[in-house]
Structures are given as C-alpha cells and as structure tokens.
C-alpha cells in the first residue's frame, strides 16, 4: 500500500540576473537617506580622517556632513558664485574649492573665513585639489590652462596652457608630489610633471573628458568622458587598454571600491555601474531617480553618496551585521522546551537499540482534500492560498493536477457570485503569465462554457469577464507584434549567416541501388 | 539457408500470475497460483517461490485445494487435464485427462470425488457456450487416469470462475451470467432462476460480474458492473426471493468474497481499493487502500487469517486478516505494449522497461524477479477508467549505469501533449536513482529516440522529436553557485525540416548518426558538425546500428521499404545491402554481431550475422508468429565455452525478445540446459525454504557441519551431539529463577558441564581415527541396531557421558588431565561478574 504522493509544484526557473557574490555585496545597502540641496550637486569627497565626514559642493555652498547625521555638521558659504570641487587635503584638516568667479579658495576645516585666495584665473575654476606633499595645489580652470600654487605664500607655481578647451577634470598623483592628470573637453588627457614646463604625456580619449582616476598604484588611468570609460596605462605611455561603454548617456563621474577590486561609475542615464577591475565585467548596477553628477563612496564602502541634478544627494549606509538578520521586532515564540528540546542533542551510546521513527508526512491542505477526492474544496484551498501569499505556482499546480483527474469541470462549476469572481480575479492575474497559459487557458475556457448561461446576472462578474476580454485581446496583439519581430530577425539573421555547404558523397558519386558493386551480400534464401 | 537445431527457443519467466485466482493453502504457509504452464507455490512469509510444478502443456486456467487431503491441490488446465499435485514436495501424483478446454475448477467438501468444471458445451475452441459439469474422479492407482463420466449440472455459464460459487457447505452452487442469477440446488435437483431488469434504456449496466455465497447462511452476494453489490436471500423459493443493496464502488465489482466464518464480505474493482463490509451491519466498511492496481481477484485462506488480492499488474498482494499488507509477490508488469526499449542496467544487469503506470520496471532475468520499481512520474495515480495519464515511453542508460534519462508522456484529447524529460543520477547510498533533472516540454512533440554517449569523457543525452528536431543536452556543472550539477540544452539541430526517426552512437562515440526519414545524417558530436549525408532512397530510416570491435567502420540502416544497407564509413560509400523486411535490428554490445528480426507473411524471421562476412552465423526461420517489435542481448553472467560454430554467439550474451503476444523469449543452447540440469540435481530442496543464493551458501554450509558432526560423533552417539551439556543447560533455564541455588554456586556446575563434554568431543576424535578401519564394520552391524537407542541415551546421559559406554579408561585420564588444567586456571573474573 503506497502512500498519497502529494501534487508536485513546479519549479519554474528564476528569471534575471544570477545571484553572486558581487549582488549579495552590493545590495547589503540600507534604505537610502535623501537630503536636498540648494542646486545641482557637483562633486562629494570624503575627509580621509576618522569620522570620514565628506564634503558636498552644491551651488554656491559646500557643507560637510558626518557620517550618519542629516543635517550638516558645517557650511561654507563665502562664495559670490556656484563653488565647485570642494576637497579635502589629506590630512584633513584644509579644504580648497573652486568657484565660477575664477577665485580658488582656501578654507580651514573648523574655520569658516577662506584662509587663502588665489587670484589667477580668468573663468571658472572647476577643479582645484591638493597635490601628495600637501604644500601645492592644483587647479583647472575654463580659461584652458591648469595652475600649481604655493600654499604658505598663495603665489602661482606654474602655469600650462596646453589645452584647447575647457578643463573640468584633474586628478593629482598619492605616490608623487609632482604628477598630475587633466582632462579636457578637447578630447584629450594630458599628463604634467611639475619639474618640466610641458605635458609629458598626452592620451585621446576621442570625448570630451569628464572625469579622470589614478589607480592605488597609478599604473593605470581611468577616464570618462561621453559614453565612455576607458582605462589607460601610464607605464606603456598611455596605451589604451580598455573601453567600456556600459552606460547610454554621458558618464560625469568615476571612483574606485575601498580595495580597489572594483570600478564604480555614475552617468547621466541616472546608473550607477559597478564593474570587476580584473576583466571589466559589469557585476552590479544601482538606479536613481536623476541624472547623477557626483559620486563617492566611504572608506571600506561603507556609505555609497551620490549627488544628482535635482539637487538631491542620496546617502547609503552598509548595514551592520545583526540588521542583516531582517526586522528585530517581537522575538518569534520559541518552540516549547520540553516538546523539541528535549533528546535533540541526546548522542545514543554504544549498546542503546535505536528505534527508528518513521517521519509523519504532513500533507498540504489542499492534498488533504485531494485525497479525499474533494475537488471543489481542494481548489478553493488552493485559491485561498494564492490569496494569502500571492504563489500563483500553487494554484496553477492543483488546476493542473484536477484537470489531470478529469474533474477540473466539476471543481469549477457551481460557485456563487463571490467564489467565481475570486476565480476569476485569479484567472485575470495570471492567464497571461506565459509560464501558467498552457493550464489556465483550458480552465478559462471551461468556466465561460459554465457559466455563459448566467452571464449578465451579477454586475461584479459581468466587470471581470469584461477586464480578462481586453487583456486576452490585447496580449494577442502583442504575441503579435512579437511575431512580426521574430521574422524580421529571422530574415536577417538568414541573410547574414554564411552558407556552408556539406560535404555530401551522394552528390558527387551516388550511392544509390544502380551503381553499387556487387559486393558481398547478406545470403537469404 | 542453415536451420540448427542445437539451439531452442524458450520462454523465459515474467508469466503472468494474476490470470486466475491464488490459493491459501490451509496452514497459511503457502500459495499456490497458475503462472503460464506451471503451478508456482510462494512462500507467504517470505514471497519467495519454493516450488514450480511443472506438466501442463497449456495455460492452467485453475488451481483448487482438495478437499478430502489439505496437503493436496487440483490444477486444471486449457490442455484438457487435471492434475493433484502434492505442493509441500513438488510431485505430480495423479493426471486425470478429460479432453475438454477447461476453463474453472470448482470443489466443495460435501462432494468429495467430484470436480466441477466448466467446459464449453460443443468441443470446439471458439465456442460461445459453456456448461458446468460434474467429473467424477475414478478410483485407480494408474498416474494418468481417463475420465469417462461427465454430468451437465448447468448449461450456460460463464467462463469466468468468479461467477461460480458453493453455497452453505455445497448445498447448492450458484453461477451468474449476464442479467441472470441461477442457483441449483443439489438436494432437491431443483434450479431456480433470477432475472434484473436490464438498466440499459437507463444508461446503468447492473450485469453480473461476480458472485460469493455466505458460507453458513443462506445469502448470496453478487457484484454488478455498475458497481453495486446485492445480497439475495429467500432464494430458495421461485417467487419470494428478496435483495438488498450495497453501493460503494463507482465502477465494476470484480471480485467478492466472504470470509470462512461469514462475518465479513471483500470486494474490490479498479478503484484498487480492498472494501471490508460487516454482515448484517453493512453500513460499516473497512478501506485498505492505494494497493497499485485494479483487483482482479481476492482469496481467503480457510482458516481467515490471510487475505490475498491479485491484481491487474500481475501482482499478488498478501493482506492479514486486520487489514493490513504483509507481503507483494509482483511478477514481471507487462502492459498490453512495452512503449520503452528493452534495455540492460549496466550495474545490476537487470531488464528494464515500463512496468506499473508511470514507472520503470527492474527485472532480474536470472531470478524471475523484479527487483524494484522505480517511480518515474511521481504523481498520484488515479484508478478510474477513462483518465489520461502520464506514460513512460522512452527510457535510457548510460554506458556505466550513472545516470537515467526517462520520457514521459501524457496526449490529452482536446489540449496538448505534455512531455517531460528527467534525468536521474544513480545515488550509491540508497543505491538507486535521484530525480537529478527534470525538463519540462523539452520537444513540442513526441520524442522519437534517446541515447547516451558512450564516450567516457563527455555524459551527452540526445534526443530526436517529430518536431524536426534534435536536441543534446549536457551535464553543465555550475561549481561557481551552490547548486549541483543539473543538466541543459547545449545544441538544436535538424536537417531540411525533416522529422528525425532514430538516432545511434558509434561505439567510441566519435560519430552521430540521425536517420531522417530517407536520409541518415552523420555528425561529431564534438563540434556539432555535419560531417556526411547517406541516402537509399525508397523508404524512411527506422533502424540504425554501427558496428562494433572489428566492424566499427560499418553503419547498418533498415528501411521501411524492406531493405537493410550497410555503408562503409570510410569511403561513405553503401558496402552491401539486401531486400529484407527487418522489423527490429539490434546490435550485440560484447561482440561484432547483430541481430535482425524480419517479419515475413506473418511470423518473424531471424538472422544473426556480422556486417563483414557475407554469411549469416545463425538463421531461424519461424520463430514466432506476428512481429517482433523489442529485443535486447543480456550479458550472461558466465560464459559459456561453445565450441560449436552455430551457438558461438550465444557464448557472452544471451538474446531476449517480446513477440506479439507479450511473451519474453530467448535461445537456450544444449550446454546450457545440461549445466541448468546438473545444478538442478545439486539442490535439495528443504520445504518452505526458497532457494535463493542466500540459502545455497548457509545450506552448503549447514550439510557440511552436519557432515563434519556426523564424522565427529559416529560410531557412538547420532545425531545428539553433547547431550549432557545441552539438558544441564537446559535445565537451568528452564528452571524459575527464585527457585534456584545462587549463581556463584551454579556457576562450578555449569562451567563443568561445559568442559566435559568438549572434552570428550576432543578426545574422541582421535580413537575414532585411529580405530576407524577396525570398527568399520562393527558400526555396520550397530547402525541397525543404534536406531532405536538415541532416545534412550539422551535421557539417560545425563550423568554418564556415552564416551563411558565405549569403557576407554585412556579417557578417563584425558578428562582428570583437563579438569587439572582447568582447576589452575584462574576464574576470579567470573565471580566477579556473578558477584556485580
């Protein structure tokens, strides 16, 4: 005697991206935390000390915010126009940005007067960052030309005017006091050493540039610029060695991961694109609501910030490991001590006779009811429970398996107002579900030859069939349209593919009946 | 053309044991069923097969306990015999030959020497009618005895022996047919007759099916095809007669049966479930059920402790009396077609092919046993007629019996066909197959073939679809993600939208060959590349075999246009090919050779052959009636050594084939049937014990020991090996335990007792060697004498060792020297333990 074998629940196959490593990493974010700004949001960079405040520049103000307050915790406001590049030096305590009024400004972190201006430019700065031995700083400015300046006497070092076009990126060299990168939107990258008076590299990046990066170990450049990334290496003379074009509007912003495995970039297709250093790989991409302009994340990634156009900066923090256990709300009521507990972890000794307890098969209820050949309840069990959970999978298995039986019909019919437009709710929901069609369709078709001699009886059932009418008619125009492409490709594909031709003897020397040798034969008589 | 006679063809197991109904001998050791040709007696207990009675020439269409003798059993048969077996032994004792097909037996104890039978009422085969008589069995002492006497009791029964019944310890006997019930009363030689009204015009078909009479009262109990059960009392007049109703069953009643005291009824039908209903309180049912299959027939051991129900899948199922199922004797399951191959489990050599509903069979062909079913489709079977379900219809294996693929489907009326592919992987813990794969819809229509790979390297499954394609699928390993290995898709491919009807792999599974109605299509299976094309125009492809070892550079095809071809692979070029209407073409996997069954104006043909050599090895023209559709060569588990030219392929693998009938056949050489007969003439069969290879190894061992004790304790003391130790043992425990002395008292005893007697044991040995040739004859002339005496010894030996009788003092001295020795040894540690 067999037991009941319960209804099988098919598996379908999870569609959309693998789960790995890198989305498990990535998607440990809290909720993000939006605060708005005055204007759009240029540029954010961490203070490498050890709250890791970071300072946003947006419109004419940088304010510097902590780690986990709202509110920021200090603003800079002397600027007479829209600031810009707002960085901290790296030891954290000076601060300089630019401005559109061409002055770059020096500020004290716990300060608020600029300690230094300098004077020099003619247009708007756009860039302005410290160089490595912390005496120097670099700036890029409209005007075509990149300055260094001498802090402690706010004189002008040298200038380079090697470029033909704006200036709106610069990096500065963490190994070298005296490299830096500029990137302009003549297309090119240039390289500077402050001990020469000319570029001692130059790169085509063939857009205008938006954004450059070192590597930790500045063997590698990153730059971006229209919808390009591309990755350049400085110790072959900045040969190419990748371009990526992952993102389908202008990237604005670059930044490397806490380790440096991977590469993050922002675009104004309102993406956030993460990709694997070691082969360029997109593993992980974020969505916002807006163009983003600037982006930065926090020391061992703690806190993705990005700024978009609207103004609006939105900070994600990583959660800690007990808030990845979900919502600590009420404990869950521990099963009673002396029912489970008691004997889990009894080890049985050597001569103890084990009695093995055969495991009680708990069945589902709507199995239950199948058992008991009761097809109507079993489906309305079935229907409760996609109710509940919203598992399609599971009602679509018991109609399946009643339709199976031959029973589907009697299941089905003689339900009053409320059952049927419950199923018929269900049918709405789902029929179209390529992965429930095949099921659904017959049971549809059985429940409007049931219940046709009613229809016009009850307004709310009369609604639905109206609705499940228009989204059938309307999913068959578009299995439609999706056939028409299907062709279209088809022909394509048919014109591009070369012809191969097989090597068939039978054309060259048949092997048919006629010309066959005599050769040995099966003898029957 | 060469026709041998050292090789026969030979059925071979998988008979069906649910034909007619099982016996219950009245001990409930036994049960006894016609199996084919034979008589099998099961073992209740133990479900193995103890005994095959053999002698019938035809289909045993009965078997019945005699009454007069309950160690004896009557068997009738369609070759017009009845024979009285003794089943406990095995032995034919008496054949009564009637000359009529008969098709029941019946007996009752109130008629002791008569057998009632049902026979057709004009002697010709195809005859409708048929009449019960009364066969009076003469009093002779010849083994076959002619049976002259045959008195009509009924005319006009039915064939079927469930429609027949004794009523009230032979009182009467009624037999239902049709819409008529017709009870005969022996008493008065009186028959009365009962009609229903015929529900037709109403759609309800209440026809008789079946019929049981109480056993102590006066009530008749009949099954009906509407599922209704009536209980006819006061029949004994024409007109008074009344009947009440029983309804559970929604479709036919097939059997029915009240227990030996009349307190219970059984039934059951296809719904597959055993029903138990109280007399005389009817509304209390007992269920048993989900027992696999339709019932086709319920018995009653005499005494009432066990129940057995066969069923529709050639099974038996033993229930004891509180409704429980104690033991499944399952024969092999042939449906009305096997829809899988025939195909060989490479790890325990066992037939395979669709058994049950829904599931493989594993069948062992040198046992006669099915070995396990395993449960493909894995849903609930529903019993009801008119239900499509899921069906196995392809099934393959690996080359190392790793994995499993199976097809099943299910063709509904109105929608779709539904198809799945799983994939099973053999798991060695529970050491059967894991669901590893399961592949929804893999083809849009039916799969017309499936093979496996046979390269070590790769596992790839490709299957061919009526839909013009074919697929390989891989075993993808994802070692990146946690799950394990599972399989997918990893090639379409079709030729010019031609639906596909075969496929073969070369033997190194190098090559691909697809036949494509006209067209064979070689492939790599490595790059997927169409490597060439061969054609033979008339007729579609239907079968394709590579050749193997020698003639690997060969591809057979059949053709339904009565042609087999053989091209050469190397040149692609057709070697040979010959007019032959082959229905089935297999290839050996041990050697070069291939089977091919022609069918030819209505019986099949077959030719053995290599694709080398112009002569066929073997030819047998005739071999069955109707074609042979499914065939596999089994690997012989020992060789044969045939030197003989014309047996030589049978020497590694042995041929089976189904024929039309449903029949498994296969070739027996004379060497074989001799080795067959040697090992036959070995076994000593003890009763109730079946042989399996269990028993041979402790059996052997057993006769040797008893052999070996036999040496040890002739001349003097037979068979009662150290009595004296045995009966102070026995002694002791029997005794209760407050009523003996303390253990540390016993124990000096006990452990005495003990050393005495191995002791003599020991010492024995060596007289009985030295004097064996002197007492030789002494023994000789004791034997006779001695036979009487070992029941006197064992109770008088219980102080004097029979070692005394014999009067050796060297003896005595052994002992003193063993009781000396053992006295020094140190026996603290069991006063120990008796003190603790």
């Known amino acids: 005697m067999a037991s009941f074998k319960p209804t099988k629940i098919q598996i379908y196959p999870q569609l959309g991206a693998k789960v790995t490593q890198d989305t498990l990493y990535w998607k440990n974010y809290k909720a993000p935390v939006q605060v708005k700004e005055f204007g759009a949001i240029t540029n954010i960079d961490f203070s490498p000390l050890a709250p890791h405040n970071y300072a946003v520049t947006a419109s004419t103000r940088i304010h510097i915010y902590g780690p986990f307050s709202q509110e920021p915790v200090k603003t800079f406001t002397r600027f007479k126009d829209t600031a810009y590049s707002g960085r901290f030096r790296s030891d954290g305590q000076l601060l300089v940005a630019g401005c559109e009024d061409s002055v770059v400004r020096l500020f004290d972190v716990s300060g608020k007067v600029a300690l230094r201006m300098f004077k020099g430019h003619t247009k708007a700065v756009h860039v302005a960052d410290f160089t490595s031995d912390c005496y120097h700083i670099l700036t890029c400015s409209d005007d075509y030309t990149c300055c260094l300046w001498d802090i402690p006497n706010s004189t002008e070092l040298t200038k380079y005017k090697e470029h033909s076009d704006y200036i709106r990126c610069g990096a500065t060299s963490k190994l070298n006091k005296d490299l830096f990168v500029t990137g302009s939107y003549d297309h090119t990258l240039k390289m500077f050493d402050a001990r020469v008076q000319k570029s001692v590299m130059t790169m085509d990046h063939n857009h205008p540039v938006e954004s450059v990066l070192f590597y930790p170990s500045e063997g590698l450049l990153v730059s971006a610029g229209g919808r390009y990334v591309k990755v350049w290496d400085l110790l072959k003379r900045g040969q190419p060695l990748v371009s990526l074009k992952n993102h389908h509007k202008t990237v604005t912003c670059l930044c490397l991961s806490g380790n440096g495995q991977r590469l993050l970039s922002a675009s104004l297709d309102r993406h956030v694109k993460v990709y694997n250093t070691t082969n360029y790989k997109v593993v992980h991409s974020f969505d916002y609501t807006a163009s983003i302009l600037s982006l930065a994340l926090a020391p061992e990634d703690e806190s993705v910030v990005v700024g978009m156009t609207n103004g609006i900066l939105s900070i994600k923090h ?83 398996e009643l339709d199976r039986r031959g029973t589907l019909k009697n299941a089905l019919a003689g339900r009053d107002e409320q059952n049927l437009s419950q199923l018929v709710n269900f049918l709405i929901g789902n029929v179209v579900d390529p992965r429930f069609a095949p099921v659904l369709v017959t049971a549809t078709e059985m429940i409007l030859d049931i219940y046709k001699a009613v229809v016009g009886q009850s307004s709310v059932v009369d609604r639905q069939l109206v609705r499940l009418q228009e989204l059938v008619e309307r999913e068959i125009d578009y299995q439609q349209d999706l056939l028409e492409v299907l062709g279209m490709l088809d022909t394509l594909f048919a014109s591009t593919l070369p012809r191969k031709e097989v090597p068939c003897p039978g054309n060259s020397q048949p092997n048919g009946l006629a010309e066959v040798d005599p050769g040995p034969q099966l003898r029957v008589a | 053309m060469v026709e041998h006679t050292g090789i026969r063809v030979v059925h071979r197991g998988g008979s069906k044991i649910n034909f007619r109904e099982p016996v219950i001998t009245s001990d409930s050791r036994f049960l006894l069923c016609g199996s084919g040709e034979s008589v099998k007696v099961y ?230 479930v055993l029903v138990q209903w109280r007399y005389t309180q009817e509304n209390q049912k007992d269920f048993l059920p989900r027992l696999g299959a339709a019932i086709t027939h319920i018995a009653v ?118 198809i799945n592919l799983k994939l099973w992987s053999y798991d060695e813990q529970t050491q059967s197959f894991v669901l590893n794969t399961t592949v929804t819809a893999p083809h849009e229509d039916q799969i017309t073939a499936m093979c496996f790979s046979p390269s070590p390297e790769t596992t790839l499954l490709v299957t061919t679809s009526l839909d013009g394609h074919f697929k390989a699928w891989l075993l993808a390993d994802h070692s990146d993600t946690e799950e394990s290995a599972s399989w997918s898709c990893d090639f379409v491919g079709g030729y010019h939208l031609l639906k596909p009807g075969c496929c073969c792999f070369s033997a190194d599974g190098s090559l691909l060959a697809f036949g494509f109605q006209e067209v064979v299509t070689v492939w790599s299976p490595t790059s997927w590349e169409l ?111 045939s030197s003989e030219e014309y047996s030589q392929w049978l020497n590694r693998s042995q041929l089976y084939f189904l024929t039309q009938h449903m029949d498994l056949m296969t070739f027996s050489t004379k060497t074989e049937e001799d080795r067959l007969l040697a090992s036959s003439k070995q076994l000593m069969v003890d009763d109730s014990v079946a042989i399996t290879p269990f028993y041979l190894l402790l059996g052997r061992h057993k006769q040797q020991q008893q052999e070996k004790q036999e040496l040890l304790t002739n001349p003097l003391a037979e068979r009662t090996p150290l009595p004296q130790g045995s009966i102070a043992i026995k002694e002791l425990l029997d005794t209760p335990a407050h009523v003996l002395p303390s253990a540390s008292f016993l124990c000096s005893m ?70 000396r020795r053992v006295k020094k040894l140190d026996l603290s540690w069991l006063s120990s333990l008796l003190d603790c």
């Open chain 2, 531 to 641: 490597l060439t094309t061969l054609s033979q125009p008339p007729g579609a492809v239907r079968d394709l075999c590579f050749g193997r070892l020698s003639c690997s550079k060969y591809l057979l095809g059949t053709s339904t246009k009565n042609q087999l071809c053989c091209w050469n692979l190397l040149t692609c070029s057709l070697e040979w090919n010959t007019p032959m209407d082959v229905s089935l073409l297999q290839a050996d996997p041990f050697s070069e050779n291939m089977a091919a069954f022609c069918s030819q104006s209505g019986s099949t043909d077959l030719f053995v052959f290599k694709p080398s050599e112009p002569r066929p090895l073997f030819s047998k023209k005739a071999l069955c009636t109707g074609k042979v559709e499914r065939a596999i060569f089994a690997p012989r588990d020992q060789m044969l050594e």
């Open chain 2, 301 to 418: 051991s005499p005494d009432g402790s066990l129940f057995c129900t066969s069923h529709a899948d050639n099974k038996i199922t033993i229930i004891l009396s509180s409704v429980k199922v104690s033991a499944i004797i399952q024969g092999l399951v042939k449906d009305d077609c096997v829809r899988t191959d025939l195909m060989i489990d490479p790890r325990s050599k066992a037939l395979v092919l669709n058994g049950k509903p829904g599931h493989l069979q594993f069948y062992s062909l040198h046992r006669d046993k099915q070995l396990y079913n395993l449960d493909i489709v894995q849903q609930e079977y529903i019993h009801e007629q008119g239900v499509d379900q899921f069906q196995v219809v392809k099934a393959a294996f690996d080359t190392h019996g790793d994995w499993l693929a199976t097809v099943e489907e299910r063709r509904q009326k109105s929608s779709e066909l539904e």
């Open chain 1, 318 to 400: 990583r959660k800690t490991s007990e808030e990845k256990q979900g919502p600590t709300g009420q404990p869950r009521r521990q099963p009673v001590f002396r029912v489970f507990v008691k004997g889990r972890n009894c080890v049985p000794k050597q001569d103890d006779f084990l009695v093995s307890k055969s495991a009680k098969s708990h069945l589902a209820k709507y199995d239950k009811q199948l058992k008991r050949f009761n097809v109507s309840k079993a489906l309305d069990t079935a229907l409760e429970s996609w109710k509940k959970n919203r598992k399609p999978e599971i009602t679509v298995a018991v109609i399946k």
């Open chain 2, 750 to 819: 006990f452990v005495r007792s003990l050393l005495v007697s191995s002791s003599s044991a020991r010492v024995e040995k060596e007289p009985a060697e030295e004097e064996m040739k002197s007492e030789s004859e002494e023994v000789d002339s004791d034997g006779e004498a001695d036979l009487f005496q070992p029941k006197q010894e064992l109770w008088g030996s219980a102080a004097q060792d029979p070692v005394e009788e014999s009067g050796a003092p060297v003896l005595t001295k052994a002992q003193e020297r063993e009781l």
């Open chain 2, 43 to 272: 073992s209740t207990s133990t479900e193995e097969c103890v005994h095959d009675l053999q002698g019938h020439t035809d289909l045993v269409t009965g078997v019945v306990l005699n009454p007069s003798n309950h160690l004896q059993a009557y068997s009738c048969s369609a070759d017009g015999t009845v024979r009285l077996w003794d089943f406990t032994d095995g032995i034919l004792i008496k054949t009564f030959i009637i000359r009529y097909h008969i098709f029941s037996i019946h007996v009752s104890e109130k008629h002791v020497g008569v057998l009632f039978v049902v026979v057709p009422m004009a002697n010709e085969k195809g005859s409708e009618l048929f009449q019960l008589v009364a066969v009076h069995l003469p009093r002779s002492g010849d083994p076959e005895v002619e049976v002259g006497e045959l008195s009509a009791v009924l005319c006009d029964v039915s064939p079927n022996p469930g429609a027949v019944s004794f009523g009230t310890g032979g009182e009467y006997i009624a037999a239902a047919k049709g819409l008529q019930l017709e009870v005969f009363f022996f008493k008065k030689q009186k028959s009365y007759r009962f009609s229903l009204k015929s529900g037709m015009n109403k759609g309800i078909n209440n026809s008789f099916t079946c019929i049981s009479c109480h056993p102590k009262e006066d009530c008749i109990a009949t099954g009906h095809a509407d599922g209704k059960i009536r209980l006819w009392r006061n029949f004994n007049q024409k007109k008074e007669y009344t009947y009440s109703t029983l309804h559970w069953h929604h479709n036919a009643v097939n059997t029915l049966r009240f227990t030996p005291e009349g307190t219970n009824l059984l039934s059951g039908g296809i719904e597959s």
